[in-house]
Protein backbone atom coordinates (compact mmCIF):
# COMPACT_ATOMS: atom_id res chain seq x y z
CA UNK A 1 0.00 0.00 0.00
CA UNK A 2 1.64 3.26 -0.92
CA UNK A 3 1.77 6.12 1.15
CA UNK A 4 -0.46 9.28 0.78
CA UNK A 5 1.98 12.13 -0.47
CA UNK A 6 2.47 14.74 2.38
CA UNK A 7 0.54 17.84 2.12
CA UNK A 8 2.68 21.20 2.79
CA UNK A 9 1.05 23.46 4.58
CA UNK A 10 1.69 26.63 5.72
CA UNK A 11 2.91 27.66 9.05
CA UNK A 12 0.72 28.72 11.96
CA UNK A 13 2.50 29.66 15.41
CA UNK A 14 2.04 25.89 16.87
CA UNK A 15 3.19 24.50 13.65
CA UNK A 16 6.31 24.88 11.29
CA UNK A 17 5.60 23.88 8.43
CA UNK A 18 8.39 20.77 7.40
CA UNK A 19 9.59 22.70 4.20
CA UNK A 20 10.52 25.77 6.64
CA UNK A 21 12.28 22.77 8.87
CA UNK A 22 13.87 21.26 5.97
CA UNK A 23 15.35 24.80 4.71
CA UNK A 24 16.39 26.58 8.27
CA UNK A 25 17.47 22.73 9.06
CA UNK A 26 19.82 22.74 6.22
CA UNK A 27 20.73 26.25 5.56
CA UNK A 28 22.10 25.83 9.06
CA UNK A 29 25.15 23.03 8.40
CA UNK A 30 28.60 24.94 7.81
CA UNK A 31 28.97 23.52 4.63
CA UNK A 32 26.05 24.78 3.37
CA UNK A 33 27.37 28.28 5.30
CA UNK A 34 30.32 28.16 3.34
CA UNK A 35 28.65 27.93 -0.43
CA UNK A 36 26.71 30.62 0.51
CA UNK A 37 29.79 33.03 1.43
CA UNK A 38 31.08 31.77 -2.13
CA UNK A 39 27.54 32.16 -3.71
CA UNK A 40 29.11 33.47 -7.12
CA UNK A 41 31.44 30.95 -7.68
CA UNK A 42 28.32 28.40 -7.85
CA UNK A 43 25.51 30.63 -9.86
CA UNK A 44 23.57 30.98 -6.76
CA UNK A 45 21.48 34.12 -6.95
CA UNK A 46 23.13 36.64 -4.80
CA UNK A 47 19.68 36.60 -2.57
CA UNK A 48 19.25 33.52 -1.70
CA UNK A 49 20.96 34.20 1.87
CA UNK A 50 18.42 36.75 2.41
CA UNK A 51 14.83 34.62 1.41
CA UNK A 52 16.63 31.43 3.27
CA UNK A 53 16.96 33.14 6.42
CA UNK A 54 13.43 34.37 6.25
CA UNK A 55 11.70 31.12 5.24
CA UNK A 56 9.57 30.43 7.70
CA UNK A 57 8.03 34.33 7.57
CA UNK A 58 7.01 33.30 3.92
CA UNK A 59 5.34 30.30 4.84
CA UNK A 60 3.23 32.36 7.27
CA UNK A 61 -0.27 32.80 7.16
CA UNK A 62 0.21 36.49 7.73
CA UNK A 63 2.85 36.89 5.40
CA UNK A 64 2.54 39.88 3.41
CA UNK A 65 5.34 40.84 0.89
CA UNK A 66 7.21 43.97 2.01
CA UNK A 67 9.42 46.28 -0.79
CA UNK A 68 12.13 44.62 0.38
CA UNK A 69 11.45 41.11 -0.31
CA UNK A 70 9.21 42.22 -3.87
CA UNK A 71 12.57 44.21 -4.98
CA UNK A 72 15.23 41.27 -4.44
CA UNK A 73 12.55 38.72 -5.76
CA UNK A 74 14.38 37.76 -9.13
CA UNK A 75 12.86 35.63 -11.96
CA UNK A 76 15.29 34.51 -14.50
CA UNK A 77 14.64 35.51 -17.84
CA UNK A 78 14.20 32.72 -20.51
CA UNK A 79 12.42 34.20 -23.74
CA UNK A 80 11.26 37.20 -24.96
CA UNK A 81 8.30 38.79 -22.92
CA UNK A 82 6.60 41.90 -23.67
CA UNK A 83 4.44 44.19 -21.58
CA UNK A 84 2.65 47.39 -21.99
CA UNK A 85 1.98 50.29 -19.65
CA UNK A 86 -0.81 52.84 -20.48
CA UNK A 87 0.59 56.07 -18.73
CA UNK A 88 -1.61 59.50 -19.29
CA UNK A 89 -3.06 58.23 -22.53
CA UNK A 90 0.46 57.15 -23.74
CA UNK A 91 1.62 53.93 -24.43
CA UNK A 92 4.90 51.83 -23.33
CA UNK A 93 6.31 48.97 -24.52
CA UNK A 94 8.90 47.34 -22.74
CA UNK A 95 10.52 44.30 -24.14
CA UNK A 96 12.33 42.09 -21.96
CA UNK A 97 14.97 40.13 -24.32
CA UNK A 98 16.58 38.04 -21.83
CA UNK A 99 19.82 38.20 -20.99
CA UNK A 100 21.50 34.17 -21.77
CA UNK A 101 23.85 34.38 -24.55
CA UNK A 102 21.97 31.95 -27.04
CA UNK A 103 19.06 34.56 -26.55
CA UNK A 104 20.68 37.42 -27.87
CA UNK A 105 20.50 35.66 -31.39
CA UNK A 106 16.80 36.54 -31.13
CA UNK A 107 16.97 40.34 -30.30
CA UNK A 108 17.32 41.84 -33.79
CA UNK A 109 14.01 41.86 -35.38
CA UNK A 110 12.97 43.99 -31.49
CA UNK A 111 15.60 47.07 -33.19
CA UNK A 112 13.24 48.59 -35.35
CA UNK A 113 12.13 51.89 -36.32
CA UNK A 114 9.83 52.22 -33.24
CA UNK A 115 12.12 51.86 -30.96
CA UNK A 116 12.24 54.93 -29.37
CA UNK A 117 14.59 54.01 -26.21
CA UNK A 118 16.74 50.93 -24.88
CA UNK A 119 16.80 50.58 -21.46
CA UNK A 120 20.36 48.34 -20.54
CA UNK A 121 20.30 46.97 -17.55
CA UNK A 122 23.16 45.12 -15.15
CA UNK A 123 22.82 43.91 -11.93
CA UNK A 124 25.98 45.09 -9.97
CA UNK A 125 26.33 42.30 -8.52
CA UNK A 126 27.92 40.76 -11.35
CA UNK A 127 31.00 42.40 -10.65
CA UNK A 128 32.51 38.98 -9.48
CA UNK A 129 30.05 36.41 -11.09
CA UNK A 130 31.14 34.54 -14.27
CA UNK A 131 28.75 33.67 -16.83
CA UNK A 132 27.15 30.10 -16.30
CA UNK A 133 27.52 29.41 -20.27
CA UNK A 134 31.44 30.31 -19.92
CA UNK A 135 32.89 30.30 -16.70
CA UNK A 136 35.81 32.27 -17.83
CA UNK A 137 33.95 35.46 -18.99
CA UNK A 138 33.14 37.49 -15.98
CA UNK A 139 29.46 39.02 -16.42
CA UNK A 140 29.85 42.59 -15.73
CA UNK A 141 32.50 42.62 -18.36
CA UNK A 142 30.38 40.25 -20.97
CA UNK A 143 27.54 43.27 -20.19
CA UNK A 144 29.58 45.70 -21.23
CA UNK A 145 30.97 44.15 -24.35
CA UNK A 146 27.70 43.64 -25.25
CA UNK A 147 26.49 47.27 -24.80
CA UNK A 148 28.99 48.35 -26.91
CA UNK A 149 28.57 46.20 -29.73
CA UNK A 150 24.56 47.31 -29.07
CA UNK A 151 25.82 50.97 -29.56
CA UNK A 152 27.32 49.82 -32.70
CA UNK A 153 24.52 47.90 -33.87
CA UNK A 154 23.52 48.97 -37.72
CA UNK A 155 19.63 48.71 -36.68
CA UNK A 156 20.14 51.59 -34.39
CA UNK A 157 22.81 54.00 -36.81
CA UNK A 158 19.87 55.84 -37.66
CA UNK A 159 18.64 56.03 -33.85
CA UNK A 160 19.88 59.23 -31.67
CA UNK A 161 21.69 57.29 -29.03
CA UNK A 162 22.49 59.58 -26.08
Known amino acids: MRNKPEIH ?3 TPNHINPL ?3 ITTLASEPSVQKMLE ?3 EYQIQETAEYFIQRAEHFWSLEYKPNDNDILRARVRT ?3 SETKFYIDGM ?3 VIDV ?3 RSDR ?3 APYFSDEVNAILFVVSLASYDQQLQEDRNVNRMMDALVLFETLLRCNRLTCSEIE
Do not use: D, M
Open 9 to 11: TLS
Open 20 to 22: VLA
Open 38 to 40: RAN
Open 78 to 80: TSV
Open 91 to 93: VFK
Open 98 to 100: GGQ
Open 105 to 107: LFW
